[in-house]
């Protein structure tokens, strides 16, 4: 959520005009542990937007060594669960450009 607030996109505001996310697909790999106390960083960026979906690539990381990669698909739904359509107004705010195929 914190990431897209950086890029202007209150998801609060979308939830209440009807948009819902919901993650529907996650691949991670782990390549080496964290330790409690250890300071991370994590990163995020928006890998592709289709109609109705969202790709997200998230890093966490250790003084720059790789800790764990992520994909994330976050699908834009109704109050009933079904897909809905991004808005043009979140699509055009996340600066990425849209793939229509999917």
């Given at each position: 959520m914190e990431f897209l607030l950086e890029k202007g996109i209150d998801v609060a505001e979308y939830h209440?005009?009807?948009?819902?996310?919901?993650?529907?697909?996650?691949?991670?790999?782990?390549?080496?542990?964290?330790?409690l106390g250890e300071i991370?960083?994590?990163?995020?960026?928006?890998?592709?937007?289709?109609?109705a979906t969202i790709n997200l690539k998230h890093q966490?990381?250790?003084?720059n060594t790789l800790l764990v990669e992520a994909n994330v698909r976050v699908a834009c739904i109704d109050k009933d669960g079904k897909p809905r359509?991004?808005?043009?107004?979140?699509?055009?705010?996340?600066?990425?450009?849209k793939n229509p195929k999917s």
């Open positions: 209440n005009k009807g948009y819902l996310f919901a993650v529907i697909h996650v691949e991670i790999d782990y390549k080496r542990p964290a330790r991370i960083e994590v990163t995020t960026e928006i890998i592709e937007i289709t109609n966490i990381l250790r003084n359509r991004l808005s043009e107004e979140f699509v055009s705010l996340s600066s990425v450009r």
